[in-house]
């Protein structure tokens, strides 16, 4: 189909965003921004955090409404006042959040809200419709599974099977690559370009350079709700170049590391077993040991046990054998508090649910780990003076941009709410910091802050343990890595002066699928 | 094709009304004024469903008004009615702020005081015992016995998981069915369904009892009780926003997972703060037999104040200083209301209070814009 403008002449352009402006409160979110959609491009939105790049789109998909500009979709004009209205208009948003009723099935699901069928269900002909369509594009998934028996990624596949059903050319993405395994990502991207090759167009949200030049053929890049650059072919762009027009300034991926000489033992973690929520071996065998001194990094894919190994350490989850040794003192088996006493820091993987309480205030999530001591309190009675003076040294030298400590840290942003977690859990001067997946979520600029810490802290004389599944992070942050999987030991990497080797990236990832250090052979990576 | 996608053809009404969530926190009066236009608001539905009822709005407020707070005597009856009210919220308030949701505050006022009747009626003190004797232990006792009816759903809700909701909630009956059991035989006064009498050295002191030295006085039946409300409230306002404790009771409240990562006990503290929601609500039931009714008798003691409590614990948005503030309208509404109708119309305005004051919330975290229709385009 030709697609033509208001004048009938031919344009290129599926979607065109002219000049919108969209304010809240406090906020202009979009500032005169224009973006333009090819028919079967995958073009990245790029932006920090708050940068305006999914206001834009809750604007393209009919959440909000412009305060100014246009829309034009195949050269018409629009005006969409629900995301029914876009739907019609052929643009569909597959949000972060899934919206799916778990107990029902994926074609109970997809049928969800149309006009047809109008009363009687006669779900089997639905179905075989919605496996063909899921075929055409490789979204594979059974239409008669129940929701809740879905991996995310899966789920991710019925979201985007519901907006092509609903007849959607233009697909919006939002951050798609946020709640997804690394195996699962590849197979989201192939659908993808499966998608775009029929001629569908995406346009895919992300604050990850590497995901954005691996899959999109142009990239736009907002930044404090402006465009900074425009429909950029994302073949000749670097990251580099993308990190700059993102964040505003030079961004330095790989943090240099200065030379400290490990001290004695901290932890010592001694063959560890544990089962997890559903009751089943989470750790096998697992042993790993820190210097202070030291970032030791645990590899693996998710689920493979860090979560508990976390757990177990800092006392909020008792294992079934084996032993955990700080400093000498076995610390498995009691409450977190025997940990906190003994100068184990933690940062949760869950900044929200574990790390924070969302609607008390920045000084009473500052003082969570400090409140028992003076000076915050004497006896019984907290001094707020104290904490307040506490939590407004700390909003200053850890630069976390809120207007005043007394805001519930709920209204933060992800990079700010690290920040606190942060500046509590360093600021208690600890002997052990263990950090899980300190990184997630966070754009460009405050991973490298999140880096410059952690380095602070080994040069100071920490021992710190660092779970991760961003095996780059790992890379440049460590002196060792341990990879772990399904709850063992799998082998130990040591990594001198930040030299990593290709042969070291894929020893790492053998042993990641299960294959432990000593079995590997130059034999056996012939064959790979 | 073209109608589908541009709605703007079609005629339009020039203003539209838009709701955005609030991106920041709004001012720290805004929350005040929002309710008052609330209560506000539920006064004209109330006047409008007076009306419709055959009366004439302005005089029934007016008589509400009168008939409560009006002068003096009125006034000292809708703080007598406070008292209860300000004890079973304040117990209400403490189980809220950790999300504990202990719906048992009647039972607990009940076994309050009944635990106040014991000292008395078991006559460990002969009758002319000092009221300086009396009251102290009575205090305690009330306070132990509506702890302890507390304490249980609190016990069971942190060793079981068992849900403290139908725990507390049955309390009330057995409770109920505690006292009858006394009044009915061995405490019965001559099988009639009450104690006897209590001592007058037992009584809580009121304002009459100083009528011979202040004139002024005579006639005032208010007693201790609304001193001990008060005193109880300002106590669990420090305890809960200045001690170390109720630090831990709103992190708990707040987000039970990061209380426990940051090392708090969390079973010691559900047992903890319901054996405190039920000392203060027995502390309720302790002052209303001893202060008011003067000795155990189901009806005036069962009155429902332990769920009154639950309303205005929530109204208050669970601060101890705003429920003395709360307790003190509320109790003016229950003895007004009277006048006009002993029951309907004034209930009936209690509940439009409460249904626009949790309906307002709302705004607190949605902000309502009118946009001109045009201006979008």
């Given at each position: 189909m030709e697609i033509t403008d208001h004048t009938g002449a031919p344009t290129p352009y599926i979607v065109e965003m002219r000049s919108i402006t969209k304010r809240f409160p406090g906020v202009l979110?979009?500032?005169?921004v224009d973006f333009e959609l090819k028919r079967g491009e995958i073009h990245a939105l790029l932006g920090e955090n708050g940068a305006g790049k999914s206001t834009l789109m809750n604007i393209l998909a009919g959440l909000y409404h412009q305060d100014g500009g246009s829309i034009l979709v195949k050269g018409q004009s629009v005006n969409f006042s629900s995301p029914r209205d876009a739907i019609k208009a052929g643009i569909g948003m597959v949000h972060q959040h899934f919206m799916l009723v778990?107990?029902?099935?994926v074609t109970e699901n997809i049928l969800l809200?149309?006009?047809?069928?109008?009363?009687?269900?006669?779900l089997n002909q639905y179905d075989s419709k919605i496996a063909a369509l899921g075929e055409r594009f490789g979204l594979?998934?059974?239409?008669?599974?129940?929701?809740?028996?879905?991996?995310v990624g899966e789920q991710q596949r019925v979201e985007i099977l519901k907006m092509i059903y609903r007849g959607a050319e233009v697909l919006i993405m939002d951050e798609?690559?946020?709640?997804?395994?690394p195996q699962e990502i590849d197979g989201l991207f192939k659908i993808l370009r499966a998608m775009a090759a029929d001629g569908k167009s995406i346009i895919f949200i992300s604050h990850k350079l590497q995901e954005v030049t691996a899959i999109s053929d142009t990239v736009t890049v907002l930044r404090r709700g402006k465009v900074?650059?425009?429909?950029?072919?994302?073949?000749?762009?670097?990251r580099q170049e993308l990190a700059k027009l993102m964040v505003g300034r030079d961004v330095s991926f790989t943090a240099v590391k200065a030379f400290k000489e490990p001290g004695k033992v901290v932890l010592d973690i001694k063959n560890l077993k544990t089962d997890n929520d559903k009751g089943?071996?989470?750790?096998r065998d697992f042993s790993l040991d820190i210097r202070s001194g030291e970032i030791v990094g645990v590899a693996g894919?998710?689920?493979?046990?860090q979560r508990e190994l976390a757990q177990v350490i800092t006392g909020l989850r008792r294992c079934t054998g084996g032993q955990v040794f700080l400093n000498g003192t076995?610390?498995?088996?009691?409450?977190p508090i025997f940990g906190i006493d003994r100068g184990i820091s933690y940062i949760p993987e869950d900044r929200t649910q574990v790390g924070t309480?969302?609607?008390?205030s920045v000084t009473d999530n500052i003082i969570?780990?400090?409140?028992?001591?003076t000076p915050i309190s004497k006896g019984s009675v907290i001094n707020i003076k104290a904490a307040t003076k506490m939590a407004n040294d700390l909003k200053i030298s850890y630069e976390?941009?809120?207007?005043?400590?007394?805001?519930?840290?709920?209204?933060?942003s992800g990079g700010n709410l690290q920040k606190v977690i942060l500046a509590r859990e360093i600021s208690g001067k600890p002997s052990l910091m263990v950090a899980v997946?300190?990184?997630?979520?966070?754009?460009v600029g405050a991973i490298e802050g999140v880096h410059r810490l952690l380095l602070e802290q080994r040069q100071a004389g920490a021992a710190i343990l660092l779970i991760s599944e961003e095996l780059e992070e790992l890379l440049s942050l460590c002196d060792r890595v341990f990879v772990i999987y399904e709850g063992c030991t799998m082998g130990e990497i040591k990594i001198h002066n930040q030299e990593t080797s290709q042969k070291m990236i894929e020893q790492i990832g053998m042993m990641m699928t299960g294959t432990p250090l000593d079995q590997i052979d130059l034999g056996a990576e012939e064959h790979v | 094709m073209s109608d589908t996608i541009n709605p703007l053809t079609r005629a339009r009404f020039p203003f539209k009304i838009q709701v955005e969530p609030r991106l920041s926190e709004p001012p720290s009066w805004f929350p005040a004024l929002i309710s008052f236009g609330a209560v506000i608001i539920a006064l004209i539905i109330g006047a409008v469903l007076i009306k419709i009822a055959g009366g004439d709005p302005i005089l029934s407020y007016i008589h509400i008004a009168k008939a409560s707070m009006g002068d003096i005597g009125v006034l000292s009856d809708t703080l007598v009615k406070a008292t209860p009210i300000i004890m079973t919220a304040l117990a209400c308030s403490v189980a809220f702020r950790m999300?504990?949701?202990?719906?048992?505050a009647e039972g607990q006022f009940i076994m309050g005081a009944f635990g106040a009747s014991a000292v008395v009626l078991s006559h460990?003190?002969?009758?002319?015992?000092?009221p300086w004797i009396f009251i102290p232990t009575m205090v305690l006792a009330g306070m132990l016995a509506g702890g302890i009816w507390g304490l249980i759903p609190g016990y069971l809700k942190a060793?079981?998981?068992?849900n403290e909701i139908i725990t507390s909630l049955m309390m009330n009956y057995i409770a109920i069915s505690w006292i009858n059991y006394w009044i009915f035989g061995a405490w019965s006064e001559g099988g009639f369904q009450m104690s006897p009498k209590f001592p007058v050295n037992s009584w809580l002191p009121r304002l009459l009892d100083y009528a011979k030295t202040?004139?002024?006085?005579?006639?005032?039946?208010?007693?201790l009780g609304l001193v001990f409300g008060i005193v109880a409230a300002i106590i669990l306002w420090f305890v809960i926003f200045r001690s170390r404790w109720g630090y831990e009771i709103r992190l708990i409240g707040d987000n039970p997972s990061a209380a426990r990562y940051a090392g708090i006990n969390l079973t010691l503290n559900t047992v903890l703060v319901m054996f405190l929601s039920g000392a203060l609500a027995g502390l309720g039931g302790m002052s209303e037999v001893?202060?008011?009714?003067h000795r155990l008798q189901t009806s005036p003691i069962a009155a429902g104040y332990g769920f009154t409590g639950i309303i205005v614990a929530w109204l208050s948005k669970l601060n101890p200083l705003v429920i003395i503030v709360v307790s003190i309208l509320f109790g003016g509404l229950i003895l007004a209301g009277r006048e006009i109708q002993p029951s309907g119309v004034p209930k009936m305005i209690q509940g439009t209070i409460l249904v626009c004051l949790i309906a307002s919330d709302y705004l607190l975290r949605y902000r309502i814009r009118i946009v001109h229709s045009a201006e979008e385009a």
């Open positions: 979110a979009n500032d005169h778990p107990s029902q099935t809200g149309l006009e047809n069928p109008r009363f009687l269900m006669r594979i998934v059974d239409p008669k599974a129940k929701i809740w028996q879905l991996s798609p690559t946020a709640v997804l395994a900074t650059a425009r429909s950029l072919p994302a073949l000749n762009v670097t089943l071996a989470a750790l894919v998710a689920g493979n046990g076995k610390v498995e088996n009691h409450e309480a969302p609607n008390l969570m780990k400090r409140y028992r001591f976390i941009s809120v207007p005043n400590v007394e805001t519930p840290v709920r209204l933060l997946q300190p990184t997630r979520g966070l754009d | 999300k504990l949701w202990n719906i048992g460990i003190f002969p009758e002319t015992t000092s060793k079981f998981n068992v202040y004139k002024i006085l005579s006639g005032l039946t208010t007693h001893t202060g008011m009714v």
